[in-house]
């Protein structure tokens, strides 16, 4: 994964950007996903880098969707370094297209995201990691990391985040946010 941060102090901006489709695709590959599903995976470990790039050194950012769509759950872990996995519980999930688009929403249905920051415990940095949950508002999975942002962090945001499906061949040929 390529991971960007650009930091405008004097404007209070703070863009953060990446391209995603090697560890998409292999992420995809290894775990069987259908379409749907490799969206849905795809678009939450790149979110989940995202997130990852505002700590430092030692610290890890996991984020797991606890649905009731047909995907059953999707947890994605990232730390500060760019280091990046996850997985979801149905990887055969799928739904109708919308559109002629993928249905995330479809294989996400509702229920709660939940975001961990763990700040250096595990290295005996004594400090408390932080939890935050949220209500899944779309299933989208961009539009949910930036109601959490929103919400939880209280960091105003808009959060673009795609994955390109090759639907013939089920390959992903593009990811990013």
């Not at 849905?40 to 050194?57: E, P, S, V, Y």
């Amino acid at each position: 994964a390529f991971f960007i941060r650009v930091v405008a102090e004097s404007f209070d901006v703070r863009l953060l950007s990446s391209v995603t489709t090697d560890l998409v695709a292999e992420a995809c590959a290894r775990h069987r996903t259908t379409p749907a599903a490799s969206a849905a995976l795809g678009r939450t470990l790149t979110g989940t880098g995202l997130l990852a790039m505002t700590q430092k050194g030692h610290e890890r950012t996991t984020v797991q969707f606890v649905c009731d769509g047909p995907i059953g759950g999707i947890v994605a872990v990232a730390d500060a370094r760019g280091d990046v996995r996850g997985y979801v519980r149905n990887p055969t999930a799928d739904a109708e297209p919308v559109n002629g688009k993928l249905n995330v929403a479809g294989v996400v249905g509702g229920g709660t995201m939940h975001v961990g920051r763990e700040l250096g415990a595990d290295i005996g940095t004594n400090r408390e990691p932080y939890n935050g949950i949220v209500e899944i508002t779309s299933g989208e999975i961009g539009l949910d990391f930036a109601y959490y942002l929103t919400v939880s962090e209280q960091i105003p945001s808009g959060v673009s985040l795609g994955v390109f499906v090759h639907n013939a061949t089920n390959r992903v040929l593009a990811a990013g946010g």
